[in-house]
């Protein structure tokens, strides 16, 4: 197969090596997600698909994560916000027990947008922070909490950060 120049692959990867690196750091994120929810079955979905997201209303899962980051080209990140803040919007489906979202990370400079969007839902239970590299990328995302989450929303946020 030809290189890509693919920068999350490197220059001189082949596809197949490039997806296998992929699918490795997926891996590890939902290990990690498992690992941190204490053996939950995480679903994750695109938040670009509203297809995806409308099946997720019909699993049975621990979790669903709506994904903000990996799963979302650079060119739908804004419509992905939109369809992930209606998602949660709408009320916990029966089969599910939770519905976390996955933020891009705070170096990526998107964060903000995200958490401006998903903050504006009283339903927003999880965010799951990836790529978090120092103790300010966790102190940006409760200072964004606290400044624009309305303050009738009582319910509490989880942040699981991934440290990768």
């Known amino acids: 197969m030809p290189p890509l120049q693919d920068s999350r692959c490197g220059t001189g990867t082949t596809q197949d090596g490039c997806k296998e690196r ?29 297809r995806f997201l409308d099946k997720s209303r019909t699993l049975t899962a621990d979790c669903v994560a709506y994904d903000l980051e990996d799963s979302v080209t650079p060119g ?19 089969g599910l027990k939770e519905r976390a979202v996955r933020i891009n990370s705070v170096g990526s400079g998107l964060a ?7 903050l504006k839902s009283p339903n927003l239970t999880t965010l799951v922070v990836p790529k978090v ?16 989450r309305p303050k009738e929303y009582k319910t509490p946020i989880s942040i699981l950060a991934l440290v990768e």
């Open 76 to 94: 739908r990140k804004a419509e992905a916000r939109a369809l992930v803040r209606k998602a949660i919007d709408q009320d916990l489906p029966s």
């Open 112 to 118: 903000l947008a995200d958490l401006q969007e998903v």
């Open 133 to 148: 590299d120092a103790a300010s990328d966790l102190t940006f995302i409760s200072d964004v909490i606290d400044h624009s």
């Open 22 to 50: 992929l699918e490795t750091r997926y891996a590890i994120w939902s290990a990690g997600f498992v690992k941190a929810k204490r053996g939950a079955d995480p679903s994750i979905v695109p938040g670009s698909s509203q």
